[in-house]
């Protein structure tokens, strides 16, 4: 067991149920994938599920080429897994002093703070809030009523202020009250949006001076629906700062998810968490493996 206080098997148990409504969406797209193999069929089912097409043909081109002459769905499978493997550890870390410092960013409607409180939810430690962003009042509202509801303290500032003054204040209550986390909830921000952008690059630089190291894992939550467009907003965000880690929310509902895949390949960011439904319940540590079968699909 990790950080999470619930059973690892009941958290797989929650992410395969919400990766089967991921692989029954490939069945519709190419149904009998597996009976009827083709490089074609198989190249638009990928598509089709939001992973992009640099991935597609780098998974593909063996098997047109020639050079894999073994069974495509175990070449598949043993590629993807090895994209996730090599982007690093999916595990949460955990700074060697306390408190451990996680960023949570993200665009707008990602579900960036119900995901913040579910991580809270699962975690048995002291935690403490910062409602750093400032942007709007019901959004620092909204953090408050997730602290009263997971009896967590919330650092927070006027609606307007600095959001880097409230990390501060935030970072110093946390080392006082001796917390084991400090979660830092930011401003829902368009990755288009520059002066948004260098605020959040602020906080940042704050946090490293004041607590004399890094953030241990900045989180950014991706909505599962986005599709390719996520993948430039994941590049955007992590050139401001350095993103440890992927939350992949929402893929109880339509979602593709092909995207985090891409993610993944392209910019080496590892999927740590995926938000498998509604309550605070749901969300589950990543799985490579678990996420490779729901893609391809049991029969393949």
Known sequence: MGLFGKSENKQAEKLKFALGKFRQGIKNIVPGL???????????????????????????????SGQDKGDPGEHLRKQIIEIFHRAGPVTLQISDSSPTVYFFVGVNG??????????????????????????????????????????????????????????YDALEAAVHRQADFLFVDTAGRLHTRRDLMEQLEKMYRVTVGQ????????????????????????????EKLP????????????????????????????????????????????SPEIYCDALLGEEF
């Open 34 to 64: 597996g009976g009827d193999f083709s490089i074609e069929r198989l190249e638009a089912a990928l598509l089709s599920s939001d992973v992009g097409l640099e991935t597609v043909e780098k998974l593909i081109q063996p098997l047109e």
């Open 211 to 238: 607590k004399s190291n890094e953030p241990t894992e900045s989180l950014l939550v991706l909505d599962a629906s986005t599709g390719q467009n996520g993948l430039q907003q994941v590049r955007t965000f992590a």
């Open 110 to 167: 990602s579900g960036k703070t119900t995901s913040m409180a579910k991580l809270a939810h699962n975690f048995d430690k002291q935690i403490i809030f910062a409602a750093a962003d400032t942007f709007r009042a019901a959004a620092i509202e909204q953090l408050k009523k997730w602290g009263e509801r997971l009896d967590l303290p919330v650092i927070s500032h006027q609606k307007g202020g600095d959001p880097t003054a409230v990390v």
């Open 243 to 286: 993103v440890t880690g992927i939350i992949l929310s929402k893929l109880d509902s339509t979602a593709r998810g092909g995207v985090a895949l891409s993610v993944v390949d392209e910019l080496g960011i590892p999927v740590k968490l995926v938000g498998t439904g509604e309550t605070l319940d749901d969300l589950a540590p990543f």
